[in-house]
Antibody, heavy 121, light 107 residues
Framework: QVQVQESGPGLVQPSETLSVTCSVS?????????WTWIRQAPGKGLEWIGS???????YYNAALESRVTISADPSASVISLKVNSVTAADTAVYFC??????????????WGQGAKVVVSS | VLTQFPVTLSLSPGERATLSCRAS??????LAWYQQRPGQAPRLIIF???KRVTGVPARFSGSGTATDFTLTINNLQPEDFAIYYC???????????FGPGTRVDFK
């Protein structure tokens, strides 16, 4: 059974960098899938941040690309997200999710419970 | 851009829910639907327009083509009252968009 667990700082100061990690267990084929970060601001809908496949293939939401870095460490089964120069608008629950399809971005079948991050001084 | 309508659907248990998702341009087969209950992560229920995820009840069905897609929930059960999001993936470069959601609540 695949388990996905996000962890984050809880509170981040404006203008600083937000870092969230996603730990994956129970999936020996994890490196065969895209892993995606999605966020949800309070009371709002879902926003795709970006997706990573293994180490070198990453796609970003164009609206966030200048401030976001997504990386994967397959040996540690960890996917990381960094968002620079955060503002209150980055306050959200950050979800990590695994795709349905091998080697493709399609739909997100397995989700973590999310990491709530508040940007505030 | 994805548009979902209605914004809110007020129904009673046992009724049928028909949720719509419209894309601003033709979408391939990468159309999915998610259910989100309060305080929970979204749950994938339909992908590739009409494929039901293993374990999702048969009362959920997806259909549509080109720019217009529908999620139908027959015989609404109490646990079906939630927010539903549609999602597409563009071909190249790959990018993902979610619709704004439709809330299904008790009449």
């Amino acid at each position: 059974q695949v388990q996905v667990q996000e962890s984050g700082p809880g509170l981040v100061q404006p203008s600083e960098t937000l870092s969230v990690t996603c730990s994956v267990s129970g999936d020996s084929m994890a490196t065969s899938y895209y892993w995606t970060w999605i966020r949800q601001a309070p009371g709002k809908g879902l926003e795709w941040i970006g997706s990573v496949f293994r180490v070198g293939i990453v796609y970003y939401n164009a609206a966030l690309e200048s401030r976001v870095t997504i990386s994967a460490d397959p040996s540690a089964s960890v996917i990381s997200l960094k968002v620079n120069s955060v503002t209150a608008a980055d306050t959200a629950v950050y979800f990590c999710a695994r795709d349905t399809a091998y080697g493709d971005i399609n739909a997100f079948a397995i989700w973590g419970q999310g990491a709530k991050v508040v940007v505030s001084s | 851009v994805l548009t979902q309508f209605p914004v809110t659907l007020s129904l009673s248990p046992g009724e049928r829910a028909t949720l719509s998702c419209r894309a601003s341009q033709t979408v391939g087969s990468y159309l999915a639907w998610y259910q989100q209950r309060p305080g929970q992560a979204p749950r994938l229920i339909i992908f590739d327009v009409s494929k039901r995820v293993t374990g999702v009840p048969a009362r959920f069905s997806g259909s549509g083509t080109a720019t217009d897609f529908t999620l139908t929930i027959n015989n609404l059960q109490p646990e079906d009252f939630a927010i539903y999001y549609c999602q597409v993936r563009t071909s190249w470069p790959p990018a993902v968009t979610f619709g704004p959601g439709t809330r299904v609540d008790f009449k």
